[in-house]
């Protein structure tokens, strides 16, 4: 909701798969022609830039963040316990009802597609190498 000026937004797996996990609900939140734009191009967005297609509320210098009476007030002491875990199940519940569960099944179909994607030229990136090695740092 809010970040620092000097943040980046993206995910780097859309510039060497393609995809990345929660796709949907970027596209959601940002709007699908500005999320179009990132995932295509593989660029990360600026603060400003995910301000301006509505994905943050705020913009902070990051100097001024803890001093934000928004993040120092509002956020962490405005409510009682209960009363936000009410609101993040009506939040959970609201991501239901526009999608969330078919969202997931969406991207595990493409993340199951990874091994069957090719190379256009001999010098792109290898998906495969990519893939087998960051298989092979989690586990």
Known sequence: MISSDDALFGHPAFRYVGW???????A??????????????????SAKEMYD???????????????????RDGLFESRPTDTVAVQKT??????????EYFGSLLVGMVEGMLPMIQND?????DLTKA????????S
């Open 20 to 26: 990345g996990p929660r796709l949907w609900w970027w």
């Open 28 to 45: 959601e939140t940002m709007g699908l022609r500005k999320f179009s734009e990132m995932l295509f191009t593989g660029r990360p967005f």
């Open 53 to 71: 297609c509505g994905f943050l509320n705020s913009v902070v210098a990051r100097e001024d963040l803890e001093a934000d009476p928004e993040v």
């Open 90 to 99: 009506f939040l959970e519940l609201y991501k239901q009802h526009k999608g």
């Open 121 to 125: 030229q001999e010098n792109d990136v």
């Open 131 to 138: 893939r087998s090695t960051r298989a092979s740092t989690t």
